[in-house]
């Protein structure tokens, strides 16, 4: 019997999206499609409709302008999409200029993928509902929310380290994850090293000139590299003013990492972390800095960990995905429970 044939589209392929690929490829036969811009799109389009023609089910990793033409061609090709949202692509923050939803016109793309998607799946309640916001309320958003290997990532011996981990180090990512929060909360807490794992850029440099000495900036590491900073670490922080889940954070505090969180409207974290870590307000480097403190003298680093343990397993996700493809295509029969 032929393998269901899965095409994955994406413009990037770390490591949340590799886990989404490695999991689907234990039951189906799936293809990532790399989308590389709207600079590419004239070359990208005819390679596009030709891939989804061959492919029963199409899945979009964040509903930007990819996921548009691939859901557009679906419905042409009379086959099921699936749009995964992540954050950016519902998003709509004018204090920071951030938010594929910010325009208009890509407003208007973005009601359609959401509307015409056979299914949305974002990864938490909170894009659940800035989903809704944006196309009403629908059948077809589901949350599925991200999952984490305990296996994979685990404790280790822990240092009196401050760990913060993102992507490219850019202006819009350090305001939108607070690292200048994190690098300032770091001179009022000269007794721990606050480390921030993170591409370089041309516009991270006046961030790491300014930063004091107990600041140190790693370039962005492959996973296993990663897990041991995340196993030194005793307090993760998470400052974002927005943000879909934060995959990192869940990595952390499976290694036993206290967090310390933003109390912001853009962002799930209450249901994440609940009491197993320390709120502050964003932007506010004092009372991060005191915050940050507490998690250092304190032991919920377990409770943390068990909390991803139970609430976010692996398997839950990819039982979740396996079963909206076959109910996609009819084969309710072949559902897990």
């Not at 293809?31 to 004239?42: A, E, P, Q, S, T």
């Not at 509307?115 to 009403?136: R, T, Y």
């Not at 140190?216 to 974002?240: G, H, I």
């Not at 403190?293 to 396996?322: Q, W």
């Amino acid at each position: 019997m032929n393998k269901i044939k899965i095409l994955y589209i994406c413009f990037n392929y770390e490591s949340f999206v590799k886990k989404d690929v490695d999991m689907l490829k234990k039951n189906f036969d799936v293809k990532f499609l790399l989308y590389k811009g709207i600079k590419h799109i004239v070359s990208f389009l005819p390679k596009l409709f030709v891939e989804i023609l061959r492919s029963d089910v199409i899945i979009s990793r964040f509903a930007s302008t990819h996921a548009f033409f691939a859901v557009l061609f679906s419905k042409i090709l009379q086959k099921k999409s699936v749009v995964i949202l992540g954050g950016f692509d519902v998003a709509n923050v004018p204090e920071i200029g951030y938010g594929f939803a910010r325009s208009c016109i890509k407003k208007m793309i973005l009601k359609f993928t959401l509307i015409s998607a056979d299914k949305v799946l974002p990864i938490s309640n909170f894009l659940k509902n800035e989903a809704i916001k944006i196309a009403g309320k629908r059948d077809n958003i589901q949350t599925v929310y991200l999952g984490f290997s305990p296996e994979k990532w685990k404790p280790g011996k822990k240092e009196n380290i401050v760990l913060t981990v993102c992507g490219e180090l850019t202006k819009l990512v350090i305001k939108r994850k607070g690292l200048d929060t994190f690098v300032e909360a770091a001179k009022y807490v000269p007794e721990a090293k606050f480390i921030v794992i993170g591409k370089r850029t041309e516009e991270s440099e006046e961030l790491i000139r300014k930063a004091p000495k107990n600041v140190e900036f790693v370039d962005f590491l492959p996973q296993d590299r990663l897990l041991e900073y995340y196993q030194r670490a005793k307090v993760y922080c998470q400052l974002s003013i927005y943000e879909g889940f934060g995959n990192s954070l869940g990595e952390a505090m499976l290694c036993e990492c206290v967090p310390v969180v933003t109390k912001t409207k853009f962002a799930e974290f209450p249901m994440i972390v609940k009491d197993t870590g320390f709120y502050v307000p964003y932007g506010d480097a004092k009372a991060t800095a005191e915050a940050i403190k507490k998690a250092l003298n304190s032991d919920k680093g377990k409770e943390a960990r068990e909390r991803i343990k139970t609430l976010f397993p692996l398997e839950r996700r990819e039982t979740a995905l396996f079963n909206i493809v076959h109910e996609l295509l009819g084969d309710e029969q072949e559902k897990l429970s």
